[in-house]
Each structure stands twice: as C-alpha cells, then as structure tokens.
C-alpha cells in the first residue's frame, strides 16, 4: 500500500523539491500539501507550482485539514510554523512525522520530544546521506584524535537561510562534542570579533552567507604541525528531497519516538 504524503511549505525551494520527489516515485502518494493561511496559493492544486502534473492534491492553509487523509507530514519549514502543525497533527491519521527545520530554541526541541511521544518523528539538521557519513566519521576523528586537537566548523549557505549556524553544522560540532563526552552547550565558542585573546577550549564556528549557495561545511581538526579536513558540498537540493523520502519510509511503520537520520542510515 502507498504511503500519503504531505508536503509543509509547498511553494518554497525545499517545498517545490519534496514534492517533485514525491510524484516521480511509484510507491508514494502526494496528498495534499501546507502553506501559511494567507499565502495566495491556498486552494490551489499542487500541480500549478509545476513538476506536480501528475497530481490534482489541493494546498491547503491548515495543517489538520491538509493531512487529514495522510500518513506521512514532511516539514521544511521555520520552528513556529512546524510545532503548530506538530499539534496540530494529533487530529489526522499522520502516524509520523519527518522534520527538516532548522533553528529551533529549547523549548521547540521539547515540544518536539513531547509530540514524538505520540507518533514517531525523525528530526535531523541534514537529510543528505554524504553529511550523515561526514558525521559519523566526525564523531571518530574528535574521539580518536583527543582534546589537543582544536576543532572549527565553517559553513556556507544561500543569503536566504536565517539561522545561523546551521541545523547541519550543530549536528556535526553535537558528534564531535558527544564523542569527547561533553554537552555542545558547554562547548560553542563565541563569535570571535576585535582583540579575542587565545583560542579558548571549545568548538568553534565561522558562518558564510552569500549568493544561492546551497551548502557547504568542513571540520576542522586542528593540532600544532598538522590539521585535518573533513568536507561535504551539496549540489542539488534534490538530495536532501531524497534522504527526507528515506526517512518516511523507514518511519512509518514504526513506534512514537524521536529518531534521527542516524537511524534511518543505521549508523
């Protein structure tokens, strides 16, 4: 049986990429898609933001109303957006969630435990299989090479994105931290401006923005006679489109909790 899907933020970049996603594969359903209430495309077939043809599913300006026959909610969207609809979703048949947004504060990542509490939800900074081998091997590199090694984290993305660092780049400094047995909380330097002083103990981050760049982030191993690289550049959003169709698939016959790409992967 096919899984129904819906697509959150339809008409955006990630949006209009899920759902082409959606449509070119033979065992999914495009259901319905969301956008906010008063976005101009609500009432609208899917199949107007092009590269949906084969779809008559309506956008719809109430997450209820656009999963109300659905299996899978896949949000893209920004945090306040992605919690109403987590609650919102306890008046559908959604049975998981797959959560791509980015920037969320404390509380958002305990409302999000606490709807994981109800149906499963995979949440992940990065659904790019590359990124997620980069962090697996992240995670051995602090841990094999040791705390006299510095560890930075740069990355770039398009002019758009308004969180900083980025999901993708807290999920790597969040390995390198759990690897040495320390709370990444404990451990981000500061944004570094003027007469710093030393480099303190920690994980550092620098932050580009520029142009259309879709993604780009490299480690940092740094030791006084040598450092290491660890890089991953992302061409097409279209690989994160696919590890987000992954994880639906691989969650949707399972029980309420908080998983993570990691699982999806088996890594």
């Known amino acids: 049986m096919s899984l129904r899907i819906v697509i959150a933020g339809a008409t955006g970049r990630m949006g209009r990429a899920l759902i082409r996603a959606v449509t070119e594969a033979d ?3 495009l259901a319905a898609a ?26 719809h300006g109430e997450p209820a109303e656009a999963a109300r026959e659905a299996d899978i909610w896949i949000d893209f969207t920004v945090p306040r957006a992605t919690l109403t609809a987590l609650t919102a979703l306890d008046q559908t048949p959604v049975r998981a969630a797959i959560i791509g947004t980015t920037g969320f504060d404390a509380a958002g990542d305990q409302q999000i435990a606490a709807a994981a509490k109800r149906f499963a ?3 992940s900074g990065n659904f790019s299989l590359g990124v997620n081998m980069l962090a697996a091997l992240v995670r051995q590199a602090a ?3 040791g705390p006299d090694w510095d560890i930075e984290i740069v990355e770039a993305h398009h002019r758009r994105k308004v969180d900083a660092p980025s999901g993708t780049a807290l999920l790597l400094a ?9 709370a990444l909380d404990t451990q981000k330097i500061p ?8 480099r303190p103990d920690g994980i550092g981050f620098a932050v580009v923005r520029g142009g259309g760049i879709i993604g780009e982030h490299e480690v940092i ?10 890089t991953h550049v992302a061409l097409d959003r279209a690989l ?8 639906a698939r691989w969650a949707a016959d399972k029980p309420p909790g908080l998983y993570s790409m990691a699982d999806v992967l088996g890594l």
């Open 221 to 230: 191993f740094a030791a006084e006679e040598e450092y290491l690289k660890l």
């Open 240 to 247: 994160f489109a696919r590890g987000a169709l992954a994880a």
């Open 174 to 182: 969040e390995a390198a931290a759990e690897a040495r047995n320390l």
């Open 34 to 59: 969301a956008e906010r209430a008063d976005a101009p495309e609500v009432g609208a077939k899917i199949a107007t933001l092009g590269g949906a043809q084969r779809s008559a599913a309506l956008i």
């Open 121 to 123: 939800i995979v949440k």
């Open 191 to 198: 944004p570094r401006d003027g007469v710093t002083g030393p």
């Open 27 to 29: 065992d999914l359903i």
């Open 143 to 145: 841990a094999r090479l």
